[in-house]
């Protein structure tokens, strides 16, 4: 089963954009929709948004205000911004396939905001 691969910026300061890339490695991203979800230590599950590359997406509404979702075809990567972080975004930022064929879960991309 194909497993997706998130990368970000690792430890951040208050108030910058963090950019987290989900890549996969097993088929075209115009061929199905993607997700963002993340999990705060010591918290549950929390989803940040989903869409597809044309265009339709879907926002957490408590996160539509700071995150955008995008695509980049040529890469195959799906890209998730999220502007002015605060200590309260620090989680592990996970990607994944909303339709099948779905992937397995990758290792997901630890994001620490802290000053």
């Known amino acids: 089963q194909v497993q997706l691969q998130e990368s970000g910026p690792g430890l951040v300061k208050p108030s910058q954009t963090i950019s987290l890339t989900c890549t996969d490695s097993?088929?075209?991203?115009?061929?199905?929709?993607y997700y963002w979800i993340r999990q705060p230590p010591g918290k549950g599950l929390e989803c940040i948004g989903y869409g597809t590359d044309r265009g339709i997406t879907y926002y957490t509404p408590s996160l539509k205000s700071r995150t955008s979702i995008s695509w980049d075809t040529s890469k195959n990567q799906v890209t998730l911004q999220v502007t002015s972080v605060t200590p309260e975004d620090t989680a592990v930022y996970y990607c994944?396939?909303?339709?099948?064929?779905?992937?397995?879960w990758g290792q997901g991309s630890q994001v620490t905001v802290s000053s």
């Open positions: 994944n396939r909303l339709l099948r064929p779905f992937a397995s």
């Open positions: 097993g088929g075209s991203i115009s061929n199905n929709a």
